[in-house]
T-cell receptor, first 114, second 117 residues
Framework: SQQGEEDPQALSIQEGENATMNCSYK?????LQWYRQNSGRGLVHLIL?????REKHSGRLRVTLDTSKKSSSLLITASRAADTASYFC??????????????FGRGTQLTVWP | DTGVSQNPRHKITKRGQNVTFRCDPI?????LYWYRQTLGQGPEFLTY????????KSRLLSDRFSAERPKGSFSTLEIQRTEQGDSAMYLC???????????????FGEGSWLTVV
């Protein structure tokens, strides 16, 4: 299975602190995406990083990708209470895989205390 | 610019009944996907359409499930003879066509919660 795994499963921090979540996957990929999900809501796309990219930034988000280790990390800087949500990484299955067929892990539940 | 729209957002049904969910993708997105998410898990792929053609189905999509996308616009997901194990959130997503696989942002809707009692 290509399913990714996020680590840690749960993370609790204070506002202003940085939050780092990790994702590991099993097979080659074309790209990796991070999503946020508030409780009971749909998934919000955060950032996509291609397999030939090593780092990408978007606002307070920084994503890294290490294809040799088959891992990625999501860093949220200066966290806010509104960042409280579950965060998922999603991968495809590499060359020849169905475009848009994503494999998700169980997510990291981030709680940011005011 | 509206996002992916799903309805109903919540559905409670008795075991054995049929239910249907509708998804309206982002306009001009020709790819549409259905995923299922149970509590504590990440979404799992069910099926996808390119225009009106259903091109792939997961083995999770039992014969009680049927999805359609007439005219390549909105899509419906019907579950017949619902079982308690069908209780989950059904997520629809869409994406535009692109010539290569070097970038494929998938946009999800808010999901449709199904509770089978």
């Amino acid at each position: 299975s290509q399913q990714g795994e996020e680590d840690p499963q749960a993370l609790s921090i204070q506002e202003g602190e940085n939050a780092t979540m990790n994702c590991s996957y099993k097979t080659s990929i074309n790209n990796l995406q991070w999503y946020r999900q508030n409780s009971g809501r749909g998934l919000v796309h955060l950032i996509l990083i291609r397999s030939n990219e090593r780092e990408k930034h978007s606002g307070r988000l920084r994503v890294t990708l290490d294809t040799s280790k088959k891992s990625s990390s999501l860093l949220i800087t200066a966290s806010r209470a509104a960042d409280t949500a579950s965060y998922f990484c999603a991968t495809d299955a590499g060359r020849g895989s169905t475009l848009g067929r994503l494999y998700f892990g169980r997510g990291t539940q981030l709680t940011v205390w005011p | 610019d509206t996002g992916v729209s799903q309805n109903p957002r919540h559905k409670i049904t008795k075991r054995g009944q049929n239910v249907t969910f509708r998804c309206d993708p982002i306009s001009e997105h020709n790819r549409l996907y259905w995923y299922r998410q149970t509590l504590g898990q990440g979404p799992e792929f069910l099926t996808y359409f390119q225009n009106e053609a259903q091109l792939e189905k997961s083995r999770l999509l039992s014969d009680r499930f049927s999805a359609e996308r007439p005219k390549g616009s909105f899509s419906t997901l019907e579950i017949q003879r619902t079982e308690q194990g069908d209780s989950a959130m059904y997520l629809c997503a869409s994406s535009p066509h692109w010539p290569t696989s070097s970038g494929n942002t998938i946009y999800f809707g808010e999901g449709s919660w199904l509770t089978v009692v």
